[in-house]
């Protein structure tokens, strides 16, 4: 039988094959500081056919055509490979979609978000493509950019919790994040994000525990949703044949009380579809309490109750968040090996805060260039 014909993907587009039998598709991108929008392409991509390759960027081809990356290229492999709707990655992915590159991975067709990408001197990454007829779009998620998360760390302000109308501090550097000399990009702007029940749908597995599953319960904040996280949940995948990992996320008030400053810096609906995207995870606990209870325990038939290796904070009286499992004797602490936080990676960004800033404006200045041109052809043809 001859091999199934699929799709290919570069960490910034993606191929998906037709949705028949046996067809299998991919994607390309960058997938820098991988969050729940990216998480969401990938989800339309894969629903238009039945196998998703992801092609991503190496840093070398990222830092010349689009900046320095946040991550190394190992850890985002790592981290789209961690994505439950992606069959599989292609790595060092070339930054231009060729009709070559959908062959070598026997793709029908390439699928990339409805904002445009670039090269250095300005042309679509996508244009052959296009013109072969080989290429599909999926709606790019509101609300959400690798640009604003940048500019919330960059300012370390508790605005993006609240009203962001409210603090100008936070409107004047978007500003100046989201506008060229010129005006303003739709695909670099930010927009807030409006959580709604379908998207948590779309993004939940919707699997009850079946008997002989494992129900391991797993707390934190799940800030930024990392490598970090990954590596500590497919340790945690592997304690058990049948794990059913169930993750508690804590309020964004809660976060903030052992965290400070301005964590999190994605609020509660955020985090929830970023832990809910992952593949190791299979429910999640919208606003846990901090202290791990009986009832939470005997609720949900909880079997095992994991930590990783960073400090636990006493809950507000003092005491032990993990005193009930701990008296159960089903509390583990797992070593994920990882050494990246949060913490971590706010501090590489603000490290390169020039570089990023020197990045979205150029970015924003080359989409606004493309936008004047193809408002001329459209006056043209009138």
């Not at 570069?10 to 929008?37: F, K």
């Not at 579809?273 to 009986?294: D, F």
């Not at 070593?335 to 924003?364: C, P």
Request: glycine letters at 8%; a negative charge.
């Amino acid at each position: 039988r001859p091999r199934p014909r699929r799709g290919a993907a570069e960490a910034a587009g993606l191929i998906a094959a037709e949705p028949v039998s046996n067809r299998r598709a991919p994607g390309p991108g960058t997938y820098d500081m991988v969050h729940y929008g990216h998480s969401n392409q990938l989800r339309q991509a894969r629903a238009m056919g039945d196998y998703l390759i992801v092609g991503v960027h190496t840093d070398e081809e990222i830092a010349k055509h689009k900046g320095p990356p946040v991550f190394t290229q190992e850890e985002r492999y790592k981290m789209v490979q961690a994505i439950k709707w992606v069959d599989e990655i292609a790595p060092g992915a070339p930054y231009v979609t060729t009709l070559e590159t959908l062959d070598k991975y026997s793709c029908d067709f390439c699928v990339h978000g409805d904002d445009i990408t670039l090269t250095i001197d300005g042309k679509d990454t996508y244009e052959e493509v296009k013109t072969a007829g080989r290429y599909r779009e999926c709606k790019r998620t509101q609300g959400v950019s690798t640009t604003d998360l940048v500019g919330r760390m960059l300012l370390m302000t508790k605005a993006h919790h609240s009203n962001i109308d409210e603090d100008l501090d936070y409107r004047k550097h978007t500003d100046n994040f989201g506008k060229g000399p010129k005006g303003h990009s739709p695909w670099t702007g930010v927009s807030q994000f409006l959580q709604t029940s379908q998207k948590i749908i779309q993004f939940a597995s919707g699997k009850e525990p079946q008997p002989g599953d494992t129900i391991i319960y797993v707390a934190g904040a799940f800030d930024l949703f990392h490598v970090g996280h990954v590596d500590f949940l497919e340790k945690v995948h592997q304690l058990a044949e049948k794990p059913y990992i169930i993750a508690g996320l804590h309020f964004d008030q809660e976060v903030n009380r052992y965290k400070g400053k301005n964590y999190p810096i994605m609020n509660i609906h955020e985090r929830t579809l970023s832990v809910l995207a992952c593949r190791y995870v299979s429910e999640v606990v919208i606003g846990a309490p901090y202290a791990v209870t009986a009832d939470l325990l005997d609720h949900f038939r909880v079997t095992l109750v994991c930590h990783g290796m960073t400090e636990v904070v006493p809950d507000k009286d003092g005491s032990d968040p993990y005193e009930e499992p701990k008296q159960r004797g089903i509390f583990q602490l797992v070593d994920s090996g990882s050494n990246l936080t949060t913490d971590l990676i706010v501090q590489r960004i603000i490290k390169n805060r020039l570089e990023f800033e020197a990045r979205n404006q150029k970015k924003e200045a080359k989409e606004l260039a493309v936008l004047e041109a193809m408002r001329r052809l459209e006056e043209e043809k009138h």
